[in-house]
């Protein structure tokens, strides 16, 4: 099961640019990511609008009003990233996680476009 986890999942790494940006037809991520640059530096919580996707969703909302401010807190670890905070691609919305309801953590779970493209490109496999 590992092997073929790690088989799929390799696979994402040369499409993220173009899977993760919310109108890809449109327009992709910026500042651009590129499948041969070994470089992290714009990755994860540097990147702008990764940022929003990783973003745990409890504080999705605080992201959209000000994403500088919550990418800074990211970065130097004032909001955390951990395994019980779900992240903002989880859920429905554009941007992901836009509509989140904390009342109704349910409504729209699991329906984030990022999902959605994700598991397409896997099941063409």
């Not at 500088?68 to 779900?86: C, T």
């Not at 836009?98 to 990022?114: A, C, H, I, R, W």
């Amino acid at each position: 099961m590992g092997q073929a986890h790690s088989d799929d999942a390799s696979h994402l790494k040369n499409c993220i640019a173009q899977y993760a940006a919310p109108d890809p037809s449109d327009k992709g991520l910026e500042p651009p990511i590129y499948a041969d640059n070994k470089s992290r530096a714009l990755l994860g919580v540097n990147h702008p609008q990764l940022t929003g996707l990783l973003c745990p969703i409890k504080h999705a909302k605080a992201y959209h009003e000000d994403p500088k401010k919550v990418q800074a807190e990211l970065q130097n670890g004032v909001i955390r990233i951990h395994s019980a905070a779900w992240p903002a691609f989880i859920y429905e919305g554009t941007p992901p996680g836009k509509d989140f309801d904390p009342d109704n953590v349910q409504e729209g779970f699991l329906k984030g476009y990022y999902l959605k493209r994700v598991s397409l490109l896997l099941s063409d496999q």
